[in-house]
C-alpha cells in the first residue's frame, strides 16, 4: 500500500510539474479538454466542477491523497492563475519542488512564501500561510520597474 501511495505521488508529480505553468494564458476550452484527458490517465476517481471563473479539478479516491486544482480564468476566457490544495506535507514539498526547479522560469525567492518567475515569464509563485497545503501560480501584470523593486528588495 505505501510502495503504491509512493509511486503515485511521484508520478502525479511529474505529470502535473509538465503542465502546471503550461496552462496559463491558454483559453478555457483546450484547458478544460488537457484536465480531461489528465483526469483519465490518473485511472481514479476525479471530478471537474466549472463556474464562470474557474474548472477545478477534485481527486478522492480512497487509495489515493486527496487533491484540487483549480484553474481561474480572466473575463475573457484566458487561464490566469492556478490553485493546487492537498493534504499531504510530503506531496506538497514535492509538488513545490518540481515548479522550481524548472530552469526556464528562474524563478527569485522573495521571502518564504512567495516566489517571482524572471520578468519575460511574468509568474508569481505564492505558498499559503494557513490552512491546508496550497500554492497559487499566476501571471502577473507587473510592470519591469514593479518586478524590478520586489525583486531588488528581497
Not at 19 to 43: C, D, T
Not at 116 to 124: C, G, R, T, Y
Amino acid at each position: 500500500m505505501l510502495l503504491r501511495f509512493c509511486l503515485f505521488v511521484v508520478a502525479i508529480t511529474f505529470a502535473m510539474a509538465g503542465f502546471s505553468q503550461e496552462y496559463l494564458g491558454w483559453n478555457r476550452k483546450p484547458v478544460k479538454r488537457g484536465i480531461k484527458q489528465y483526469a483519465k490517465a490518473l485511472k481514479t476517481k476525479t471530478v471537474i466542477k466549472e463556474t464562470d471563473s474557474t474548472v477545478t479539478l477534485i481527486l478522492r479516491d480512497s487509495t489515493k491523497r486527496p487533491l484540487d486544482l483549480i484553474y481561474h480564468f480572466n473575463s475573457s476566457g484566458k487561464c490566469e492563475g492556478k490553485t493546487l490544495i492537498a493534504d499531504c506535507d510530503t506531496c506538497f514539498k514535492l509538488y513545490i519542488k518540481n515548479i522550481l526547479k524548472q530552469k526556464r522560469f528562474k524563478w527569485v525567492k522573495i521571502n518564504e512564501k512567495k516566489y517571482v518567475s524572471k520578468f519575460s515569464k511574468h509568474l508569481v509563485f505564492d505558498l499559503e500561510s494557513n490552512g491546508p497545503y496550497t500554492y497559487h501560480l499566476w501571471r502577473s501584470p507587473m510592470t519591469k520597474e514593479e518586478y524590478g523593486l520586489l525583486v531588488n528588495t528581497k
